[in-house]
């Protein structure tokens, strides 16, 4: 079970932890506590902490989506039909399954969501389009905006 952890918890040891942490997932405790100049076992302890609070979500790797062919990002508005909160239920269940969706996020302004699609190109979006957005429950307009190059791309947030 996660306990709740207020931001204000967070110390300066805290906050150099995961900032390391963020930079390099796998550095060794070793190293991580000598970065941070902890023992070995008061770094753990925290790292500890941190996970049983939440702070600390998952662990993960990146991998590099053009070397494994993914050269297009698209980022996708969706307007849909009724904003009735069991018709926004239904189109985020659906829109979890769907291939190529990197986000969603449920927007204020003119659209009611904003995904970002990483796929091969243009005929395989074309393929997502219509095989899989199109058929999202109660879709009433999509509007894609093909990205040109991303010219910054971060997974560190600033804490």
Request: proline letters at 2%.
């Amino acid at each position: 079970m996660r306990h709740t952890f207020a931001v204000s918890s967070l110390d300066a040891l805290d906050t150099a932890i995961l900032n390391e942490l963020q930079a390099d997932g796998r550095v060794t405790a070793t190293d991580l506590a000598n970065r941070v100049g902890l023992s070995t076992s008061a770094c753990l302890r925290r790292i500890r902490r941190l996970e049983e609070t939440g702070v600390i979500d998952r662990y993960v790797m990146l991998v590099d989506p053009k070397r494994v062919g993914l050269t297009a990002s698209v980022f996708v508005e969706i307007t849909l039909s009724s904003q009735h909160e069991d018709r926004l239920d239904e189109f985020e269940a659906a829109v979890a399954d769907c291939p190529g969706v990197r986000s969603c996020h449920l927007m204020a302004g003119d659209a009611d969501y904003r995904l970002e699609v990483i796929c091969e190109g243009v005929a395989d979006y074309e393929r997502i389009h219509r095989s899989h957005l199109a058929q999202l429950p109660h879709v009433a307009r999509l509007r894609s905006n093909f990205a040109i190059r991303t010219v910054t791309s971060k997974t560190a947030y600033d804490i």
